[in-house]
Nanobody, 127 residues
């Protein structure tokens, strides 16, 4: 079974930007959607964004819409999450997950589902 691995987390001031990467070797983007999720201390994991298989259509949760952008590099088998205008409430461990999903990937985010999860990368936004 393939694995996914996140990188790019760190400490940033409010208003700043970070780009997270999700390396997904062994997963074909013809078959798998990739979701981004996060979990803040003491809170449940929530869906952030996703990119659908094949056509690469995207979906964003309301809390990040307009600030985060998900993209994909098929040649590198890597998905990115560009995070701009970061807020302290964005502080969390961010995870990516791969799942075989037909059609638009919105349910992956709203139901917080994945078949294979990464180990997470910590994003801390200071005020």
């Amino acid at each position: 079974e393939g694995r996914v691995a996140e990188s790019g987390g760190g400490l940033v001031q409010a208003g700043g930007s970070l780009r997270l990467s999700c390396a997904a070797p062994g997963f074909s983007f013809d078959d798998y959607a990739i979701g981004w999720f996060r979990q803040a201390p003491g809170k449940e994991r929530e869906g952030v964004s996703c990119i659908s298989r094949r056509d690469g259509s995207t979906y964003y949760g309301n809390s990040v819409k307009g600030r985060f952008t998900v993209s994909r590099d098929d040649a590198k088998n890597t998905v990115y999450l560009q995070m701009n205008s970061l807020k302290p409430e964005d502080t969390a461990v961010y995870y990516c997950g791969a799942i075989k999903w037909e059609g638009q990937c919105m349910p992956v985010v709203t139901m917080v589902i994945a078949e294979v999860w990464g180990q997470g990368t910590l994003v801390t936004v200071s005020s």
